[in-house]
């Protein structure tokens, strides 16, 4: 039964036995409630078991939501997985009034039997059979027979005991749901309310649910907090008695009995909650709700009112009862809720928690931390598998999540993920009590890598550094992505539907920040991120592939001013001349510096020479006019200067390839990785990388297979193979132009797809080839590796084939050769052979390859129509598709490469090849230097300049600007729009149906106010002039001649008045009307015009929302009048008690 965990709830569920059913919606909306209520919960269902009414009911909707879970049993010392039933529905059935019970009868009692029940149609007066959607059936036998409700007094004790604390009960909550129903069901409740067990009522039903209603809605409360009935409306509710249950109307003690077990359930009507199935609530929302109202509560048991509406994930209940009803929550209350509310992804409840005292700096700490991560890791969860790589365990701490982070990110630094290591937790354990500088930040990770979605949104809203932690997160989720497996296409789909909308926030709020201050923002994107080894929002961007993001106008702004780094002004034509004649530099009309520092100064002619040679666009085309130069000598040399010896410009070349791979390897030591392979790995994630990494490799290949005299003409081939890769290494300069920028992201995408285009295309090649070959050369018996031999093979197998697709048939080369060729051993001797006058005319098998012309000729037309039909037109398919996708984003990948160019050239030397070994050895002699002969410099404490907190004031104003507009853009979406329609629809059916009782009210009102005035003028009236009305409804008051009171009459009225107040009836009268008031008065919601489709039905609407407003304020008034005539009437109360207790003292 405790399988696969204990309940938290158990739902006893009583109402209609024999005609009872639910159609059509409100069979849904009890359905849906119920199990939504069941699966939140776990809770158990316990009903009366049998095929019939309500029990039926629950059963189908048990049907319906039935879910089979996996638990683990031991069987013989062996722990093995079964599979049972999610949804426990339990019945306690009456022995005596179970069809065939018999049958279920064990014959042996040592042994559980399987029995074959079969469910019959149920007969009016006669047992009734088991329903079959329930998994487990109690049947009690308390002698009764024939009797339906022989059961009833053990289930009320059954749910008492299971209600009580343990030890003595299972200290599980039960509530009791009434629909429709009877006597029987008027009973039970009364035993259960009895019991301190809560009911809801689910009316609308019919029957005992609707009279139970119908007599709670004519219950007041009393200000000293008693719950009474109504006086002078016992008739009515006689009358809807009769009305609803007419099989009482001639059995007077029944009906009698009816009536007092109604007005025993309306003393606990704080423990009965009223849920109207029309309505379009959810009935799990009052379940949860009668157990927060059953009983007074401590601020312990709000915190298990809280748990439960964290449980069934009901904030709306929790922000409208439970906080405003506590303020000051203790040290910690809130901690474990807020763990399981993360866990859950309860993001609401995040919210709530926040806003409602729980201080997040001390709430995550890093022990914290380390166990949301360990909750994280399920088996084969993503997350888990990559934490395993660097522990190699199931436990795991901060630093394993450090190393990850390292992994993904290039570089990570927080001296409390470094400190979180296995050995400091077990020699440290204050370890585990420190705290972050920005928790939400360290929580937004752990949503990030955990799959939580829309709580690592929210976080992100509550970071120091918005900006910053969108484009981190976008970071992370790419490389999750790559991290991932290519089967699991659900997985990595949810990766890139994230990491868009993370950029997507990210380029959103950086143009918001450019809107509002272009160089704040540009600081913004510029700042180094400490935690990130000082890597800025730009970099960041580059690692996740953020084109959006580098392609903003704040971007392209920074990216730009880095490109001329100090110039305001360089045309590309002058920066290549300049390069040449150094004196062009200092010419204004072709070059202009910025200004130095804030008062504008000029710089000096050696800090304009500085700048120029250092800026990213000086480089570039230092470095490609020296590549240019490279290539013309490399072609001189293979065209014309290549001999055995080796001459100068041969020598030349060599040395120039050399300075290459050197200045590759200082590339690789400068990538931004820890480790050597991740520096590998990142340099060679560029195509450009790789082709000088090929480039090199074939240059020093060629060189030793030249200098060995065996393999002289193989270096010629792999020198002149290797000028295909110099040459295409030229296109990298194409990267500065926004037209052919993006043919070449088109060019290297389609080399992929051609790839694949031939793969399809060599099995149609071989097919073909080698059959046509063996059909026009039948005559190849023997097959020898003869590089001869096999070029011509391979050329008729592959290369013939190949040309044949592009339209050159070659036909004379597939025409056969009419030979006929005879096998020898296929021979027979025949009788013309035996006589020796004659010819010997021999029987044998002979081939001409003429005769397969034909089958030749057929293969061709098949392979064509395959070949030059369908695949070169698929191939262009592909293409066309390709050049699409790309030319839609032309722009944004121009901006990224233009980025990435810029990236790489401002690491480039100021020398350029051949000299930049130079520079190479300079600096590594600076480096040695550092190392040998200077002190390590000391860290020196990180605080924030006034620039810095700026940026961060910026930052958050930019960010609740952007917050706002997309609050006001989900606002006026048609979702909300229609939401808001459907609301103001209820409000005026809610109007319309309570318009007789809002009358009501409004008569009240005024007798209420009416007779607090009197009493007020009577108190201060010391002449007793004015007559007391009598106390009764304004509509039964009757005009009077008025007259003066005598002092003799103004006593017999306070005595009238005193009687009357005896019997609570102005005391109950207010009550009623304060919850008759707050019953009626329309939830204040947003009141938007939104136009219908007639403007008449409009004019309606509208003159109902007016009538709406000048009834809620009518209402809003009598509630404060009705408070101030309480006061009022309860002064002049005492004052009078007064008067004549000091009379009476003198009198005596």
């Known amino acids: 039964m405790m399988e696969p965990q204990r309940p938290q709830l158990v739902i006893s569920v009583t109402g209609g036995a024999k005609n009872f059913r639910l159609d059509g919606k409100k069979n849904e909306i009890f359905s849906s409630g119920l199990i939504k209520a069941v699966k939140s919960t776990n809770a158990w269902l316990l009903t009366g078991g049998g095929n019939v009414g309500v029990t039926r009911s629950v059963g189908q909707a048990v049907n319906q939501g039935q879910y089979i879970t996996k638990v683990k049993r031991k069987t013989f010392s062996m722990e093995r997985d079964h599979m049972v039933r999610g949804i426990r529905c339990i019945g306690v059935v009456s022995w005596g009034y179970t069809d065939d019970r018999d049958l279920l009868v064990c014959p042996d009692p040592c042994e559980f039997a399987n029995v074959k029940y079969k469910v019959k149609k149920t007969k009016f007066h006669h047992p009734v059979s088991l329903d079959g959607d329930h998994t487990h059936f109690l049947l009690v036998d308390d002698g009764s027979r024939n009797t339906f409700s022989g059961a009833d007094d053990f289930r009320t004790r059954l749910e008492e005991a299971i209600q009580e604390e343990e030890p003595k009960g299972l200290g599980v909550p039960v509530v009791l749901l009434v629909l429709e129903g009877g006597m029987s069901a008027l009973e039970k409740c009364a035993m259960a309310l009895s019991r301190d067990i809560p009911v809801v009522v689910v009316a609308g039903t019919g029957r005992a649910a609707d009279l139970i209603a ?44 009816c ?85 859950e992804e309860k993001v609401e409840f995040v919210n709530l928690f926040v806003m409602n005292g729980l201080v997040m700096e001390d709430y995550l700490t890093v022990g914290t931390l380390r166990f949301l991560y360990n909750q994280a890791c399920l088996p084969n969860s993503h997350l888990s598998r990559l934490l395993q790589r660097s522990s190699n365990s199931w436990n795991h701490s901060l630093i394993h999540v450090h190393n990850l982070l390292n992994a993904m990110m290039k570089k990570h630094f927080d001296k409390n993920y470094l400190m979180d290591t296995p050995e400091n937790i077990t020699n440290t354990p204050n370890i585990s009590a ?37 484009v981190v997160a976008s970071c992370i989720y790419q490389a999750l992505w790559k991290s991932l497996g290519k089967k699991n296409t659900d997985i990595r789909q949810e990766y890139q539907r994230q990491k868009k909308v993370f950029e997507s926030l990210a380029d959103e709020l950086l143009n918001v920040c450019y809107q509002e201050d272009p160089v704040i923002a540009m600081g913004l994107i510029e700042r180094r991120n400490a935690k990130w080894g000082q890597l800025d929002c730009l970099e960041l961007a580059y690692i996740a592939n953020d084109l959006i993001f580098i392609s903003a106008p704040c971007s392209q702004a920074t990216v730009e001013l880095n490109w001329r780094r100090g110039m305001t002004k360089a045309p590309y034509s002058a920066v290549i001349i300049a390069n040449v004649f150094p004196l062009l530099i200092f010419w204004p009309k072709l070059f202009q510096f910025q200004k130095l520092g804030d008062n504008g100064g000029e710089l000096t002619a050696w800090q304009k020479l500085i700048v120029y040679y250092k800026s990213p666009i000086s480089k570039f085309y230092a470095h490609t006019s020296s590549y240019v130069c490279f290539l013309m000598l490399y072609s001189y040399v293979i065209m014309f200067d290549f ?90 300069m194409y990267h500065v132009n926004y037209h052919l920028g993006p043919k070449l992201v088109i060019f290297y995408r389609m080399i992929t797809e051609v790839l694949v285009f031939m793969a399809l295309l060599v099995i149609f090649i071989l097919g073909y080839g080698i059959a046509s070959q063996s059909l026009l050369h039948p005559s190849h018996y023997s097959f020898s590796f003869n590089s001869t031999e096999v070029g011509s093979i391979i050329e008729s197998v592959l290369l013939t084939p190949y040309w044949q697709m592009y339209g050159e048939l070659l036909l004379d080369e597939i025409v056969a050769n009419d030979h006929e060729t005879c096998h020898e051993k296929s021979c027979l001797v025949v009788d013309s052979c035996l006589n020796q006058t004659q010819s010997c005319l021999r029987d044998c098998v002979c081939e001409n390859p003429a005769d397969y012309k034909w089958v030749v000729k057929l293969m061709l037309f098949v392979y064509l129509i ?12 592909i293409f066309t598709y390709v ?61 924030e300049s006034e620039s810095m907190v700026t940026l961060r004031l910026i930052e958050k104003e930019a960010t609740q600007t952007f917050l706002a507009r997309i609050h006001a853009n989900e606002e006026n979406s048609l979702y909300e729009r229609v939401k808001r329609m459907s609301d103001k629809i209820d409000r005026v059916t809610k109007y319309i149906d309570q318009k007789e009782e809002m009358e009501e009210i409004e008569g009240d009102m005024e007798w209420v106010i009416g007779k607090a005035e009197e009493l007020q003028e009577m108190q201060n009236n010391k002449d007793g002039k004015t007559q007391l009305q009598p106390l009764v409804s304004p509509r039964k008051i009757t005009p009077q001649p008025s007259r003066k009171n005598s002092p003799r009459d103004q006593d017999e009225c306070y005595d009238e008045l005193g009687d009357e107040i005896s019997d609570n009836e102005i005391e109950s ?13 329309p939830t204040q919601l947003s009141r938007t015009n939104t136009p219908l489709a007639r403007p008449r039905r409009k004019n309606e609407v509208q003159r109902i929302y007016e009538r709406m407003d000048a009834l809620e304020v009518k209402l809003n008034t009598f509630q404060n009048n009705v408070s101030q005539a309480l006061e009022k009437i309860l002064d002049a109360f005492d004052e009078n008690a007064k008067q004549k207790k000091t009379t009476e003292e003198a009198n005596s």
């Open 214 to 257: 119908y007599a709670v809605s004519l219950t007041i409360r009393t200000p000293r907090g008693e719950y009474v009935f109504r006086k002078g409306h016992k008739a009515q509710l006689m009358n809807r008695i009769s009305f609803l249950m007419p099989q009482l109307h001639d059995k007077q003690h029944l009906h009698k009995e």
């Open 643 to 732: 001999k055995y010896e080796m001459s100068v410009a041969e020598i030349l070349v060599i040395v120039w390839i050399s300075a290459v791979a050197v200045e590759k390897v200082s590339e690789v030591c400068t990538e931004q990785s820890s480790t050597t392979w991740g520096k590998m790995k990142d340099w060679s994630s560029s195509v450009w990388s790789r082709f000088d990494m090929m480039a090199v490799f074939l240059a020093f290949t060629a060189l030793t297979l030249r200098l060995i005299r065996s393999t002289f003409k193989w270096g010629r081939v792999f020198y002149a193979l290797n000028t295909i890769f110099f040459y295409c290494r030229l296109f990298r």
């Open 1069 to 1081: 009268e207010l009550a009623h009307l304060f919850n008759k008031v707050e019953s009626v008065i």
């Open 866 to 877: 395959i070949g030059n039909i369908m695949l070169l037109n698929l191939l262009i398919a």
């Open 434 to 470: 420190m705290t972050f500088e920005d928790p939400y930040l360290e929580l937004m990770l752990w949503a990030v890598f955990s799959r939580r979605g829309q709580l690592a949104r929210f976080l992100w809203e509550r970071c120091n550094s918005p900006l910053c932690a969108a």
């Open 259 to 343: 009536l007092e077990r109604l007005l025993e359930c309306c003393k606990k009507t704080r423990m009965i909650t009223i849920f109207d199935i029309n309505s379009n609530e959810g009935l799990d929302k009052y379940i949860l709700y009668a157990l927060m109202t059953s009983k007074e509560r401590s601020q312990s048991s709000r915190q298990d009112q809280l748990g439960l509406a964290l449980l069934w994930n009901r904030p709306d209940i929790a922000e409208t009862q439970i906080f405003p009803a506590e303020k000051n929550w203790s040290l910690g209350a809130l901690e474990d809720l807020m763990t399981t509310a993360l866990l």
């Open 883 to 943: 050049f699409e996708e790309v030319q839609e984003n032309s722009m944004e990948i121009w901006k990224f490469e233009m980025y990435r160019l810029i990236r790489e050239y401002e690491k480039k030397p100021i020398l350029v090849l051949p000299f930049v070994i130079v520079q190479h050895f300079w600096q590594l002699f600076k480096a040695a230097g550092r190392v040998c002969c200077v002190k390590a410099e000391e860290e020196s404490t990180e605080y």
